[in-house]
Each structure stands twice: as C-alpha cells, then as structure tokens.
C-alpha cells in the first residue's frame, strides 16, 4: 500500500486515486476518467490554462494538503465558496476529498467505506521474478566476480524490480 502519496477522493464518483506529490487535480482526474465538467464546460473548456471556469470542485477534506489559491482563482472564483477550486490551477500535495461539478447548497453523501482505489502509481509488485532467487543464491552472485555470459543478466533484472512481495 502506498501511504506516502497523496490521495485524492472523488465523493460523487466514489473513486480514490493516488498521485504523486505535486500532482494537478485536472490532470490527475482526467487521467482517471473523472468527468470535471458540465455539458457546457465540455463545449466550451479552455484546456486547462485558467480561463473558463469550468473546471471548479468543491474541496470537502484537505484544503490545506493543497496548493494556494493562484490569482486567475482569485478572480474567477470571488463568488464562490472558499472552498471551491479550479482543479486545473490547483496542486495536490497531501490527502484532499473532492465534490466534482458542485452546486450551491448540495449536499452530496460521503461514505468513507466505498472508495474504489484507481492507482496510477509506479508500483506494481512483481514477486516472480524474486522469488525464483532464494537467499542462498543471492549470497553466491553476490560474492562471485561476475563472469561474462548469459546467466548474469537475469539476475541482474531481479535486482533491478523495487519494492517486491516474498512469496516463498
Ligand atoms: S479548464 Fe478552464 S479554468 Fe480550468
């Protein structure tokens, strides 16, 4: 499980997802197939460049995990909320939940229960290839000068695989 990166929950759409710390809110719920915008806003969005407005979510948890309010926000979004953002304009850089294509006085449910994990970070576990390597193994090629040939290279890429489950 990855703890030490943000998570971004989309409440309406009940999805998670992980991002890397520094993350754009647009990009990253685009990436995950989150729709930001109403019919309009998909007509009409400016691509993420701050110009249209269309892109506000409504910050429930985490505004503080969140980059500051840019002055292109500050002046599309002096109506609105405090809590409302434009995701393209906006940083993740901690845990935040989300309401996506908010209304004034919606109130939309919150389960913390039902959150469906989208990932889209790098790790992905594969254990095979270190498992085939038990511990005696590993202490041979390590204390044998490397010969050149064809054996070395495989286990050259176990190594290689970070962050690996032990399945033996
Ligand atoms: S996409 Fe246009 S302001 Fe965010």
Redesign the pocket.
Known sequence: MVSDMPNIKFIKEKQEVVAADGANL?FKALENGID??TFM?KMM???????????IVEVVEGAENLSPRTP?EQQ?LKKRPANYR????TMVNGPVSVVTKPKPGEKVEYEANVFQQTSSAPESAAPSAESRLSSEDSDLASAEPIASGSSDSETGDADSSPGKLETV
Do not use: F, I, P
Request: charged residues 10%.
């Open positions: 647009r930001l915008y806003g969005n400016c691509g993420g460049y701050g110009q249209c407005g269309t892109c292109v599309k434009l995701a393209c304009q």
